[in-house]
């Protein structure tokens, strides 16, 4: 049978009809990549790059490698067990010089007392007297000039710095070091605060999570099943906060808490109390302050949900001789599980964010890991444990979140 090829063209320009359709789906998508175009430049210059940049300097720096480039090399080949020989020494002496000529000396003894506290003053003070040096031999004069250039775990760093990229950020954000030959080792019990600092940080947060929960669910049921004249006046008040800062709100929670605050005051006079209790600068001022801020969160998408579910889903459950609350917990519950997964997800994500509450009405042994990543930033300006503790923030959320979606689905999660 012959095979009839019918070529269906255009009546205007004798143009395939296939090729035109193609030729306007091309345009088509063009033009709708061209009005989405200002948001993805938006998201790649205020998301995506600052978080790889920061995860780039989490596990990068080349201060070593760049201001002491003679030392660094001499000793990579370094077999790392007796000291190093004449000419590493004599390597060291030229960067000290160097460094002393250039005014460096402070950025090279700030960046090996990261590692090796208390040694920066000692570094400035070599390279004061190493510039005075005019000739060899080198080992001896810089030993006898400071006993540190005699320890092997000054050397094991040197060595380390020859490469631009280090794991040192990261070892000490969980409490880990490198020891004296390039072991990694626990950190001193002194020095290692980070691992509780960030179960503070997740517990805060769950805590948090929980109260928004438990105080949010009842409230939004009552709001779905009010009539919409009452329920949307209660929704505009439950939003007017979002009006206010973050700052004003927790300066409120302040002045409310504090031993001659209203809430002291009321407490004392109902006689609950017979004198004020601490209810600021501890646990409890910062999650109850936090959970007033976060309970919306929580709150609007589980009404949103809930405002959708049909009632005569229940009443159908009861007309078949199940209980109050056997409907309720197997018919309309399970209907309101996007709408929680939704508002805990976002004040838990949110909640380990929060420098502002924490600082203002926590303890010292309520900071949450915000607080140590401002120190770091403004302060210490030590950009490295900065990103490092920021990392591991993200790649713990990254975690939670993907456990939750083993769990429970995003294609569950509902915003309303």
């Known amino acids: ?101 250039l005014k460096t000396t402070g950025v090279i003894s700030k960046r090996i007392n990261y590692e090796l506290p208390g040694t920066g003053s000692q570094i400035t003070s070599s390279a004061r007297k190493a510039a005075a040096l005019s000739a060899g031999p080198y080992k001896a004069a810089l030993i006898e000039i400071n006993p540190l250039w005699g320890r092997h775990d000054i050397w094991s760093l040197l060595k380390r710095g020859y490469s631009a990229y280090t794991a040192f950020y990261l070892l000490r954000s969980v409490d880990y070091q490198y020891g004296p030959d390039s072991e990694i080792v626990a950190s001193p019990p002194e020095n290692a605060i980070f691992r509780d ?11 948090v999570t929980a109260a928004t929960l438990l105080l949010g669910f009842p409230l939004a049921y009552l709001l779905s099943t009010l009539p919409p004249r009452i329920s949307n006046i209660l929704i505009i008040m439950i939003v ?46 910062t999650v109850m302050a936090m959970t007033h801020i976060q ?44 709408g929680i997964a939704a508002g805990c997800l976002l004040t838990f994500i949110l ?43 993200l790649i713990a959320t990254l975690a939670l979140y993907y456990v939750y979606n083993k769990l429970v689905g995003v294609d569950r999660l509902k915003m309303g």
């Open 197 to 207: 600092v960030f179960l503070r940080t997740f517990g805060i947060s769950i805590g």
């Open 295 to 338: 309970l919306p969160i929580t709150l609007l998408p589980i009404y949103s949900v809930m405002r959708t579910i049909s009632p005569t889903h229940v009443r159908a459950a009861r007309s078949l001789g199940a209980g109050p609350f056997y409907a309720f917990w197997k018919v309309y519950f399970p209907q309101t599980l996007p």
């Open 351 to 393: 909640c380990l964010g929060y420098y502002i509450t924490p600082a203002l009405v926590g303890g010292a042994n309520d900071q949450m890991i915000s607080y140590f990543v401002a120190y770091y930033t403004n302060e210490d300006l030590n950009w490295g444990m900065a990103s490092a503790l920021g990392t591991i923030l």
């Open 1 to 101: 049978m012959a095979t009839m090829v019918v070529q269906v063209t255009s009546s205007s320009s004798g143009m395939p009809l296939r090729a035109k359709l193609q030729r306007a789906e091309r345009r088509r998508k063009l033009k709708a990549f061209t009005l989405v175009l200002p948001l993805l430049l938006f998201v790649l210059i205020g998301f995506v790059f600052p978080i790889g940049r920061m995860m780039f300097m989490a596990v990068h720096d080349n201060t070593l490698s760049t201001l002491m480039p003679r030392s660094t090399a001499a000793v990579s080949a370094w077999d790392g067990k007796d000291l190093p020989d004449e000419s590493a020494y004599a390597a060291l002496a030229g960067d000290l010089k160097q460094s002393w000529a």
């Open 240 to 285: 007017l906060p979002f009006f206010t800062s973050v700052l004003v709100r927790t300066t409120a929670w302040g002045v409310l808490l504090q031993q001659n605050g209203l809430v002291n005051q009321i407490l004392m006079a109902l006689h609950v109390i017979s004198r004020p209790a601490e209810l600021i600068y501890n646990r409890l001022g």
